[in-house]
C-alpha cells in the first residue's frame, strides 16, 4: 500500500482487469481494504475501470455551467420540488460556504418523502433539473453516474467482504437508491485564511466517491490521537473513496465516518465532483444483524434513511442555534 501524504492509495486492478484474478490477489485486496476503513476511512484508488473520457466530459461540462452568469446559472435553482439543481448558499454546520454547487440525481425520479415528520408517510418524485447549457449536459451527467455505479457496486462489495459479509450485503438497500452527483465549484478567494470551501463535516451517505482537479485543498482529519489535518494529495485521475455515517451505522461503529473539509485559494479557482451513494429512502438504517452479538450490543438506534437527510437539509441553508442533525444522536450510550 503506498501512501500519498497519508491517506493509503489501493490499485483496484484484482477486480477490474479482464483477466481473471487468483484468489488470493483478491483477498490481498479485501485485506488493504479493511485496514484502509479501519485506519483512515478514507483511500484513493487506482486502476478503478471509470474511463477517463467519461470524467473530463463532465469536467469540461462543468466548467461551462459555472463559467455561465449567476442569472444564466439561477434558471436551474434548487427549490422544494427537488434536491436536484444549482445552488450558491449552502452551510454546513451553520457556517456559509465559499463554493456554488449543481446537484444531479442518479435515478429519475428519487422517491423520497415529503416532508422530515415522522408520521407523515406521504412520498414526492424528486426530477432533475436540466441546464439549457453546456449542451448534452444530462447525457455526460448520465454516463458518469453508470460509472458510478459500478464502481460504488465493486466497493460495496469489498467493504461487505472486508467485514467478514456476503459480498452482496450492501445492494438490496441501493435498488431504490437516492444517490446523487454534485458539481462543486470553488471560486478563487480574496482571503483564503477568513473562509473555508466546506466547513468541517462528515458526509451522510453510506459511500462517496469523490474526483478532485489538481489543485487541491481537501484535507482529512486524522483519526490518530494528534487529530491532525491531513491534506489529500490530487493523483491524476484517481478517485477518493470515503466511508460516510451509514457505513458506520451498518458496521455497527467498526467503521467510521471520517471529518473532511475543503480549504480554498487565492490564486486558482477549484473543481471536485463527489457521487454519494444513498440507499432507498425508506430504509431502516441500523446495525447489520451479523453484526451484533451479546458481547457486541447494538449501538445505533435505527433511523429513516430519508427522513433524516431531509432534516439535514433544512438545517443547511439557514442559521440555527442547535448543531444540525448527525448520526451520533441516534448512539446508544
Ligand atoms: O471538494 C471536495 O474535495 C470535497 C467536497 C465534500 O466534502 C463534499 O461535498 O461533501
Ligand atoms: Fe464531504
Given amino acids: 500500500?503506498?501512501?500519498?501524504?497519508?491517506?493509503?492509495?489501493?490499485?483496484?486492478?484484482?477486480?477490474?482487469?479482464?483477466?481473471?484474478?487468483?484468489?488470493?490477489?483478491?483477498?490481498?485486496?479485501?485485506?488493504?481494504?479493511?485496514?484502509?476503513?479501519?485506519?483512515?476511512?478514507?483511500?484513493?484508488?487506482?486502476?478503478?475501470?471509470?474511463?477517463?473520457?467519461?470524467?473530463?466530459?463532465?469536467?469540461?461540462a462543468s466548467k461551462e455551467f459555472f463559467g455561465q452568469s449567476l442569472e444564466e446559472k439561477k434558471k436551474v435553482s434548487r427549490d422544494e420540488t427537488s434536491a436536484s439543481g444549482y445552488y450558491e448558499s449552502e452551510h454546513t454546520k451553520n457556517v456559509r460556504d465559499w463554493k456554488e454547487v449543481f446537484d444531479f440525481l442518479a435515478k429519475e425520479p428519487t422517491v423520497f418523502p415529503l416532508n422530515s415528520d415522522e408520521h407523515d408517510h406521504r412520498i414526492i418524485h424528486w426530477t432533475n433539473k436540466n441546464p439549457q447549457y453546456p449542451p448534452h449536459f444530462r447525457d455526460i451527467l448520465r454516463e458518469?453516474?453508470?460509472?458510478?455505479?459500478?464502481?460504488?457496486?465493486?466497493?460495496?462489495?469489498?467493504?461487505?467482504?472486508?467485514l467478514g459479509l456476503e459480498a452482496k450485503r450492501?445492494?438490496?438497500?441501493?435498488?431504490?437508491?437516492?444517490?446523487?452527483?454534485?458539481?462543486?465549484?470553488?471560486?478563487?478567494?480574496?482571503?483564503?485564511?477568513?473562509?473555508?470551501?466546506?466547513?468541517?463535516?462528515?458526509?451522510?451517505?453510506?459511500?462517496?466517491?469523490?474526483?478532485?482537479?489538481?489543485?487541491?485543498?481537501?484535507?482529512?482529519?486524522r483519526k490518530t490521537q494528534d487529530q491532525e489535518w491531513i491534506q489529500v494529495?490530487?493523483?491524476?485521475?484517481?478517485?477518493?473513496?470515503?466511508?460516510?455515517?451509514?457505513?458506520?451505522v451498518w458496521s455497527n461503529g467498526a467503521y467510521e465516518s471520517v471529518e473532511h473539509r475543503v480549504t480554498v485559494n487565492s490564486e486558482k479557482e477549484r473543481f471536485s465532483i463527489p457521487y454519494f451513494m444513498f440507499?432507498?429512502?425508506?430504509?431502516?438504517?441500523?446495525?447489520?444483524?451479523?453484526?451484533?452479538?451479546?458481547?457486541?450490543?447494538?449501538?445505533?438506534?435505527?433511523?429513516?434513511?430519508?427522513?433524516?437527510?431531509?432534516k439535514r437539509f433544512e438545517t443547511n441553508f439557514q442559521k440555527h442555534k442547535e448543531e444540525n442533525l448527525q448520526i451520533h444522536h441516534f448512539k446508544i450510550a
Avoid at 178 to 205: E, I, Q
Avoid at 235 to 247: K, M, W
Wanted: hydrophobic letters at 35%; one cysteine or more.
Fill in 1 to 60: 500500500m503506498e501512501e500519498a501524504q497519508g491517506i493509503p492509495v489501493i490499485d483496484l486492478s484484482p477486480v477490474t482487469s479482464t483477466n481473471p484474478s487468483s484468489p488470493s490477489a483478491i483477498e490481498a485486496l479485501v485485506k488493504e481494504i479493511g485496514s484502509a476503513c479501519k485506519e483512515w476511512g478514507f483511500f484513493q484508488v487506482t486502476n478503478h475501470g471509470v474511463p477517463l473520457s467519461v470524467k473530463q466530459n463532465l469536467e469540461e
Fill in 144 to 162: 458518469y453516474i453508470k460509472e458510478m455505479e459500478k464502481l460504488g457496486y465493486k466497493l460495496l462489495e469489498l467493504i461487505a467482504l472486508s
Fill in 170 to 221: 450492501f445492494e438490496e438497500f441501493f435498488r431504490e437508491q437516492t444517490s446523487f452527483v454534485r458539481l462543486n465549484y470553488y471560486p478563487r478567494c480574496p482571503c483564503p485564511h477568513l473562509a473555508l470551501g466546506v466547513g468541517p463535516h462528515k458526509d451522510s451517505g453510506a459511500l462517496t466517491i469523490l474526483a478532485q482537479d489538481d489543485v487541491g485543498g481537501l484535507q482529512v482529519k
Fill in 233 to 248: 494529495q490530487p493523483i491524476p485521475h484517481a478517485y477518493i473513496i470515503n466511508l460516510a455515517d451509514i457505513i458506520q
Fill in 279 to 310: 440507499p432507498a429512502h425508506d430504509t431502516e438504517v441500523k446495525p447489520l444483524e451479523e453484526l451484533i452479538n451479546e458481547h457486541n450490543p447494538p449501538k445505533y438506534r435505527p433511523y429513516n434513511s430519508g427522513k433524516f437527510l431531509l
